[in-house]
């Protein structure tokens, strides 16, 4: 069972940056891939990115690509997401989550208690 922890929310205007930490514990972290997922007031919970367990492959959906980047600290179990050029519409509460497997596309099977961001504009 895996446990996780974000860390590095906040305030930010629009244009700014703030970095992401999720730190893991309970499983071997190099085992799994790991994902980033928001979810604003209303909405659904979505996946913003994902990294496999080495971090020689990642995936951002069309609305962060070039903004977002993810990586990962094997030797410090921590997962990270670099946001840049932030906009009030990347407002949300940010969620880490544990992969089944060390691929993408096998879905996640454990989650963070999540870390709010908000962009000011």
């Known amino acids: 069972q895996v446990q996780l922890v974000e860390s590095g929310g906040g305030l930010v205007q629009a244009g700014g940056s703030l970095r992401l930490s999720c730190a893991a514990s309970?499983?071997?972290?190099?085992?799994?891939?790991m994902g980033w997922f928001r979810q604003a007031p209303g909405k659904e919970r979505a996946v913003v990115a994902a990294?496999?367990?080495?971090?020689?492959?990642?995936y951002y959906p069309d609305s962060v690509k070039g903004r977002f980047t993810i990586s990962r600290d094997n030797g410090e179990n921590t997962v990270y997401l670099q946001m840049n050029r932030l906009k009030p519409e990347d407002t949300a509460v940010y969620y880490c989550?544990?992969?089944?497997?060390?691929?993408?596309?096998?879905?996640?099977?454990?989650w963070g208690q999540g870390t709010q961001v908000t962009v000011s504009s």
């Open positions: 309970g499983r071997t972290f190099s085992t799994y891939a």
């Open positions: 989550a544990a992969g089944r497997g060390r691929v993408l596309g096998t879905g996640f099977d454990a």
């Open positions: 990294i496999n367990w080495s971090g020689s492959n990642t």
